[in-house]
C-alpha cells in the first residue's frame, strides 16, 4: 500500500490497511504470486467478495514487501 502510494499507482486505500474496502485490489503477475505470504483469513474474505477477482488477486494494503519481492509487478484493475 505504502509503495502504490509512493510510485502513484492510483489505489484509493481508503481503509487504511484495516480490510474492510478492498480499494486496494492488485492483480499480482502470475510469477511473482506464489513469493507472497498467503493471505489472511479476513483477506481472504474480502476477495471473496470483490467483483472482477482474478486468480492472482491480493490486497495491496497486505503485501508485505521484502527484498525477496523486489520487482514485484502488480495490475490495478
Ligand atoms: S486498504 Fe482497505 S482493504 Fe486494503
Redesign the pocket.
Known amino acids: 500500500?505504502d509503495a502504490a502510494k509512493i510510485h502513484e499507482l492510483g489505489l484509493a486505500?481508503?481503509?487504511?490497511?484495516?480490510?474492510?474496502?478492498?480499494?486496494?485490489h492488485v492483480v499480482v503477475s502470475p510469477e511473482w504470486f506464489d513469493k507472497l505470504e498467503p493471505p489472511i483469513e479476513a483477506e481472504l474474505d474480502?476477495l471473496d467478495a470483490l467483483e472482477g477477482r482474478e486468480a492472482t488477486s491480493r490486497?495491496?494494503?497486505?503485501l508485505v514487501m521484502t527484498e525477496e519481492l523486489d520487482g514485484l509487478e502488480v495490475k490495478v484493475p
Open positions: 500500500m486505500c481508503e481503509c487504511g490497511g484495516a480490510v474492510i474496502c478492498a480499494t486496494c474480502m490486497l495491496g494494503c497486505q
